[in-house]
């Protein structure tokens, strides 16, 4: 069977993670419980089109797929899936509200 990790793209992520437990821990338990479900079933988000990657994905990260978790009170996990024989690493790039993802996915302008 092949293991499943959770990660994040940088140390940038991890440490608005981290705030996100004492800053807005309604958020944190909306996270956790992302993590977890993408730690049973990395394939449980949504895949976005190519087409619809924003271009700072792709030049920053180097991206060759790009999924959206959809979390509760219309918030936002996007993260990509890294996988070899023996694992599989969902790294989470960002995540924001509703108003905030259709701004950076280009669904609402500036």
């Not at 800053?23 to 394939?43: H, I, M, V």
Request: positive net charge; aromatic residues 16%.
């Amino acid at each position: 069977m092949t293991e499943v990790f959770v990660g994040f793209i940088d140390r940038k992520a991890r440490e608005e993670y981290e705030k996100a437990q004492t800053e807005n821990p309604q958020l944190f338990k909306f996270l956790e419980r992302a993590t977890n479900d993408l730690k049973e079933n990395p394939f449980c988000g949504i895949k976005i089109p190519k087409k619809l990657w924003p271009n700072d994905y792709v030049k920053k990260y180097s991206i060759d797929n790009l999924w959206k978790y959809d979390m509760p009170n219309a918030w936002r996990l996007i993260y990509t899936i890294a996988k070899d024989e023996v694992r599989i690493l969902a790294i989470l790039l960002e995540w924001f509200d509703h108003k905030n993802y259709e701004k950076k996915f280009g669904y609402r302008k500036q």
